[in-house]
């Protein structure tokens, strides 16, 4: 017998994808949660029965990757500080591979990330990120690794650019060299 999805978690699912495009397509400040209801074939009351607000609606979307980004700095904040620090750089390449679109999303956000509660772990585990690719607590090493991963950020926004092998190959050479991990 096949198991089916119920309805709601389907038309739950739905909105998050349909946001999801079109923030990557209009960014989400100029994506309202009438833009999603219609893209997702429902009302704007049904995206409010589901999320509390298009924050709420953002959330669900950087969900996957913020789970993500949470396991690598669980893992890597058990290793020592040079094993952590290549993990880091390791991890922080496939996290940024996989969750392409979601980049761009954040990018759109950047200014204001820090006053939206509804992605704080990301932001929190995002900085910590950062504090393990560093490799210490030398604030230039700090602002070095912040610098690579927002030059970094910038260069995934455009998902059609580079294949993920390319993609890939340009943040570990950068990554390598800004950290001097030659």
Known sequence: MALTTPARE??????VRQANDLFQVKGYNATSLQDIATAAGCSKATVLYHF???????????DPASVDLAGIVA????MDRAEAQE?????FIDLAVVHR????VLQDIIPVIEEMPEVAALVANGMR????????DDPLE???AKFAVNGLLGECRHPGERTDEELRRLCDIALRRLLGRD
């Open 129 to 136: 990120l950062i504090d393990l690719m560093a490799g210490s």
């Open 87 to 91: 993990f880091a750089i390791q991890a």
């Open 142 to 144: 700090h602002d070095l």
């Open 10 to 15: 389907r038309t739950r699912h739905e909105i």
């Open 75 to 78: 893992r890597g904040s058990a």
């Open 52 to 62: 509390s607000g298009k924050p709420a609606v953002l959330a669900a979307v950087l």
């Open 101 to 104: 679109g979601v980049t761009d």
